[in-house]
């Protein structure tokens, strides 16, 4: 990851309103989705990120006409001629592996790096391969990841555990496979609907029943469409927390404020104030924090995992003892030893993190384990009053379009170091 780094001076509650980018976890599966049939679709909203970079750069070497500016991405995927994603990106980015049920749809194989484990975790694909076998995929798995899909058709597939990327892997695969696809034990997340509204705009029979299964009328020829991404909901998260931690007041607009439900009751629990109304979300964190003795993350609409190191960020100067408990992925508590730099009062037994609350954390130099844990130091570097410099800010910068431009927009004081 490049040694970017951010140089950030706290003390200051945060003020103001903040309108979100485009969502990292929806627009990723809807650019792989525009390989699916010929002709122009249009994105906008996108969030300029390196994962929707590196996504880009995948499809550009898979045929397709691939145009990026200010947001707004179109991709002419008429000219789609191979089966291979290549390698260098391919095997930087954990989402590559959703151009499998692409591939396996429109060109019938696919042939994939495979995918390695990252910084949070393991990150198998067990569940993705059993899915696309269900729909009738057969897989080499060697040095890469070869599949053959030439008599892909609909069918019942039943997930062992609510995985998002596998959801998303088994609809991809049957929009276009003849027949009619059930896919049980789906995720729920919201990004999935997202991308079954755009597949529906295309011309696509799919929705969620009543269960929360995924069904799929497929084999229709799909139509390119403009469409405009929804916020992101950790982007959102991530910004109250720092409204929270800074106890400042600071409201996100257009954004459906019940996406963040798991987010927004637990901030009540330790004496947030926090107003719904709508498309807004307004939080005042005027009065002292307390603890919450005890918060686990699980699939949606639990506590999303992906706030779970800027929640513990959030905990470290609440007064009492809190435990977290990771139950997504196995090895998300990297920032806890960064954050004990600062003085926080954390220690980890198994899949949990036991926090006493401190009156003060100090500024310390920081390196970004990961994403959601570098987020997570900017929101403790902005509760100290002296200056941290955060290291390896790449890895932030693979979800958030500009973490400074938008806290500097709520008065933190922030600047991207030379
Ligand atoms: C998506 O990852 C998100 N990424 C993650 O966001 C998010 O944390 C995660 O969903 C859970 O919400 C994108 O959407 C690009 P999973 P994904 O498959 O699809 C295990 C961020 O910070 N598992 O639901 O990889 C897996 O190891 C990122 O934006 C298997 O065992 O998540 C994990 O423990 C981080 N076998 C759990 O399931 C499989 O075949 C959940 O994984 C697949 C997953």
Redesign the pocket.
């Known amino acids: 990851m490049d040694l970017g780094s951010l140089e950030i001076t706290g003390g200051v509650p945060l003020h103001g309103e903040i309108g979100i980018q485009g969502s990292?976890?929806a627009v990723?599966?809807i650019l792989v989705a525009c390989i699916l049939g010929e002709g122009i679709c249009v994105i906008e909203n996108c969030p300029q990120i390196r994962?929707v970079a590196d996504t880009l750069e995948i499809m550009r070497h898979l045929g397709c006409l691939v145009q990026a500016a200010n947001g707004t991405v179109r991709i002419d995927a008429s000219c789609v001629d191979t089966f291979e994603t290549g390698g260098k990106e391919a095997a930087r980015i954990?989402?590559s592996?959703l151009f499998l049920g692409a591939l396996l749809g429109r060109m019938k194989k696919a042939m994939l790096p495979l995918p390695g484990g990252c910084a949070?975790?393991?990150?198998?694909?067990?569940?993705?391969?059993?899915a696309l076998r269900q729909l009738g995929a057969r897989f080499y798995l060697e040095e890469k990841i070869m599949a053959d899909a030439s008599d892909l058709k609909g069918g019942r597939v039943r997930l062992a555990?609510?995985?998002?990327?596998?959801t998303?892997n088994a609809i991809l695969a049957s929009v276009l496979a003849p027949g009619e696809t059930i896919i049980e034990h789906a995720?729920q997340?919201p990004?999935i609907d997202e991308l079954c509204e755009f597949l529906r705009l295309r011309g696509a029979q799919i929705g969620r029943t009543v269960e929360g299964n995924i069904c799929i009328q497929g084999g229709r020829a799909l139509r390119a469409v403009r469409y405009r991404m929804k916020s992101d909901r950790?982007v959102a998260g991530t910004y109250l927390l720092a409204a929270v931690a800074t106890r400042g007041q600071v409201t996100i607009k257009d954004f459906p404020c019940r996406e963040l439900d798991a987010l927004t009751s637990t901030l009540r629990a330790i004496g947030v104030s926090v107003a719904c109304i709508e498309d807004r979300i307004e939080v005042n964190a005027d009065r002292p924090l307390r603890a919450i003795s005890y918060l686990e993350t699980s699939?949606?609409p639990g506590f999303?995992?992906?706030l779970q190191s800027p929640m513990m960020a959030v905990l470290c100067r609440a007064r009492g003892e809190s435990c977290i408990c990771e139950t997504?992925?196995?090895n998300r508590f990297r920032t806890v030893a960064e954050l004990q730099k600062m003085g926080a009062k954390i220690h980890t037994e198994g899949r949990c993190a036991v926090v006493k609350g401190v009156p003060t954390l100090v500024p310390a130099r920081l390196t970004a384990p990961?994403?959601?844990g570098g987020a997570a130091l900017v929101i403790a570097a902005l509760q100290t009053n002296g200056t941290s410099v955060i290291q390896n800010t790449g890895y932030i910068e693979r979800?958030y379009e500009d973490i400074c431009r938008d806290l500097c927009g709520l008065g933190a004081k922030m600047r991207w170091g030379m």
């Open positions: 990292k976890n990723l599966p994962d954990r989402s592996v949070i975790g393991e990150r198998p694909i067990d569940q993705h391969i059993a555990m609510p995985s998002v990327g596998a998303e995720a997340e990004e950790i699939p949606y999303p995992t992906d997504i992925f196995e990961d994403l959601r979800g």
